[in-house]
């Protein structure tokens, strides 16, 4: 079973550029994810690229910026290749099928509250903190 679940916060700004042939949307972002252990009491964290596809892409690119905190749900992918001096790279990135938003935005890119997106419905729903929730 290949699953990843993760929460971090985004480095920078999402990226999105579309696939020529069928104009599909593909976004790529880091997120900074703190490790359980750490040295001398310093916060350490792991960054990790996450790449999303569809509708899931465009939403994130829409929505999200530098500095949210995100949870992501997804595979891990590896991929290898061979640079001009024949040395073989190694690269590993966690392809989304689900992201939530976790906070607030403070600027006006995002005023939706908490949302998720993912590959099992189109439509997404903010959570009104305001409600009263089911449990």
Do not use: C
């Not at 073989?88 to 995002?110: P, Q, T, W």
Request: glycine content about 8%; overall charge negative.
């Amino acid at each position: 079973m290949n699953r990843v679940a993760l929460v971090g916060r985004l480095t920078r700004d999402p990226e999105i550029r579309y696939t020529p042939d069928s104009q599909m949307a593909i976004t790529r972002f880091t997120i900074a994810v703190d490790r359980v252990y750490k040295r001398e009491g310093q916060p350490s964290a792991d960054f990790l690229p996450i790449v999303v596809f569809g509708k899931v892409a465009e939403n994130v690119h829409k929505y999200i910026g530098k500095g949210r905190l995100v949870s992501v749900s997804g595979r891990l992918q590896s991929r290898t290749w061979d640079d001009q001096e024949g040395k073989r790279h190694y690269s590993y990135e966690v392809v989304a099928d689900e992201v939530g938003f976790l906070d607030r935005a403070s600027d006006s890119k995002s005023q939706m509250g908490q949302m998720s997106f993912g590959t099992e419905t189109e439509d997404f729903h903010p959570i009104d903190e305001e409600d009263d929730l089911p449990f």
